[in-house]
């Protein structure tokens, strides 16, 4: 284990997990860096005292990471995306990975620490072939890292991650708030939802601890729900429960094609309908939260805290923004 505190380049930062993870390495004495875009996201980082936040965009400046390397001992790369044509997975997946770990190497900052995805094949001929661009990319994202001698990583693969701020528990909330009935493509697909909190915890640790380099964590809750369960359980904490209307494929297909034509990130894409093909539960192959000494929270010991009545207001705001 290492027990002196670390200054650590935190890259997609400002996101969802990104924020969790600053909170929770600044309150273990760490020291970071996260370079940002997103100046609104970013200004909820800026009264942390042990962060510190570069304006830039790493993915469109090839020279911002390669100035900011220097006098860092660690990386950790949270940059990735949901939607997006096979040019943009490739580019942020495939190819930023691929620019990362040059970077690292040609920096001497070698220990890098990947979020990746559950739901990845321990058989890389079987990645090539799953239902999805999001999965594929994912797939090719860890094969290029794992290629480059003399990095020091360790790729975390979590299920869907959910927590205050989240876009999952969240938006099934805010869209039962508005709508009478809840039709739901992928109602049966099965995920293990981790709460933000352990996600943070767990790659804090793997930071912290040596004999985690050249391995490979899945990052699940407790509990296997399917996303109909899920959607139910989001509206009843939320007060507003809804009947819900499992899609069969073809309209489940065309529902998401119809969103993915409205303007912005769409809510629901086919892309999103192919990886719900595959369980996003852990295989049990691989070590996991426990291994790391991390008992994983329940969805019913977090979610309902967030999700209670009376935050409907700022979900709605954030969904009609989305939109």
């Not at 370079?35 to 609104?40: A, G, I, L």
């Not at 990735?80 to 990975?97: C, K, M, S, T, Y």
């Not at 093909?277 to 977090?302: F, T, Y």
Request: with cysteine.
């Amino acid at each position: 284990m290492n027990s002196q505190p670390l200054r650590i380049l935190v890259l997609g930062g400002s996101g969802f997990v990104g924020r969790a993870l600053c909170e929770t390495l600044q309150r273990q004495g760490h020291r970071v860096t996260v370079p940002s875009r997103r100046e609104r996201q970013a200004q909820g980082l800026a009264h942390l005292p042990a962060i510190t936040v570069v304006r830039g965009d790493v993915l469109r400046d090839p020279t911002l990471l390669a100035r900011l390397l220097p006098g860092h001992d660690a990386v950790v790369n949270l940059i990735a995306i949901l939607q997006g044509n096979e040019a943009r997975f490739e580019a942020v997946h495939v190819d930023w990975p691929r620019r990362l770990a040059q970077a690292c190497l040609s920096s001497g900052v070698t220990r890098l620490v990947h979020v990746s995805a559950l739901g990845l094949s321990p058989n890389p001929a079987d990645d090539a072939k799953a239902p999805s661009r999001y999965l594929r990319s994912k797939a090719r994202g860890e094969a290029v890292l794992r290629g480059h001698a003399g990095l020091r990583l360790t790729v975390l693969r979590p299920s869907v991650i959910f927590g205050a701020g989240d876009r999952f528990l969240n938006l099934f909330a805010g869209l039962q708030a508005i709508s009478p009935v809840m039709p739901l493509a992928g109602a049966q697909a099965q995920l293990q939802p981790v709460w933000v909190g352990d996600v943070a915890e767990a790659i804090a640790r793997c930071l912290a601890w040596r004999d985690t380099e050249g391995q490979t964590y899945e990052l699940a809750g407790p509990e296997v729900k399917t996303l109909r369960d899920l959607v139910r359980l989001a509206g009843t904490w939320s007060g507003h429960p809804r009947p819900i209307l499992p899609l069969p494929g073809p309209l489940a297909w065309l529902q998401a094609l119809a969103l993915e034509c409205l303007p912005g990130e769409p809510l629901m894409s086919r892309d999103n309908l192919g990886s719900l093909r595959v369980p996003n539960v852990a295989s049990g192959h691989l070590p996991g939260l426990r291994e790391r000494g991390i008992a994983p929270h329940s969805l019913a010991a977090v979610a309902p805290s967030y999700l209670a009545p009376g935050q409907g207001v700022a979900r709605l705001d954030g969904l009609r923004a989305r939109r």
